[in-house]
């Protein structure tokens, strides 16, 4: 009896050792899709110009035409994208921009411009929290969920035409479930979501830009 007991904890216990291991082991991959790859375009147009013209454009949101994919509870979630303008509360402060840096070199750089030739970038959130899409990144041939918000970066080249660059800000992977603990349940385990930071795609940014192109014309 004795014996069939410590197997029991034994078994238990590499049972429970499995569960909270084994998102360590899975492998998530970028793998780009064939589509839009500019992340960067010169507008006509003044900094000025290009900057009202985006903000009327999308007056009522944004929806780039991402694959959505479904929330937790199996419903396809609407996109809501809002755009944000610089010094608004919505808008990342440098610190925070800073924090998701690593692995993100081109928003690196961008946190190294001078403050003031970014008053006239826009921030594009999804403002519910709930909406995902499928992305570049696959877990077993799969493609999982994805999320991150955009910076626009306007720069004036001259007093006719302003350069656009598409940036993203806390790119992130929802890689299915995870088992442990959290600081709202206490000793208890249980699965939660296992949402992981990761590096900036492409053809996020060069969906939003090329939706921004076809709207910015004069």
């Not at 793998?31 to 903000?55: C, F, K, N, W, Y």
């Not at 206490?186 to 492409?202: E, K, S």
Request: charge should be positive; proline fraction near 6%; charged fraction near 20%.
């Amino acid at each position: 009896m004795k014996k069939a007991r410590v197997e029991a904890a034994v078994a238990a216990a590499t049972a429970l050792a499995a569960l909270l291991f084994y998102p360590c082991f899975k492998k998530i991959t970028l793998q780009a899709s064939p589509g839009p790859t500019a992340t960067v375009a010169v507008i006509d147009g003044s900094l000025d110009e290009v900057h009202a013209r985006t903000r009327a454009a999308y007056a009522k949101g944004m929806d780039p035409g991402f694959a959505a994919a479904a929330d937790g509870r199996g419903v396809v979630v609407s996109a809501a994208f809002r755009f944000f303008p610089a010094g608004d509360a919505m808008f990342p402060a440098d610190y925070q921009l800073r924090a998701w840096t690593a692995n993100n070199p081109d928003l690196r750089a961008y946190l190294d411009l001078p403050a003031g030739s970014r008053s006239k970038d826009l921030y594009l959130a999804e403002v519910t929290g709930d909406y995902y899409w499928l992305s570049e990144y696959r877990y077993q041939a799969l493609a999982v969920k994805f999320r991150c918000a955009f910076i626009l970066h306007l720069e004036s080249m001259d007093a006719l035409h302003t350069r656009l660059q598409v940036l993203e800000y806390l790119p992130e992977v929802w890689a299915g479930e995870r088992f442990g603990w959290s600081a709202h349940t206490g000793p208890v385990p249980g699965f939660f979501h296992d949402i992981r930071v990761v590096g900036p795609t492409t053809t996020d940014r060069a969906m939003v830009l090329r939706d921004i192109l076809r709207t910015s014309k004069r």
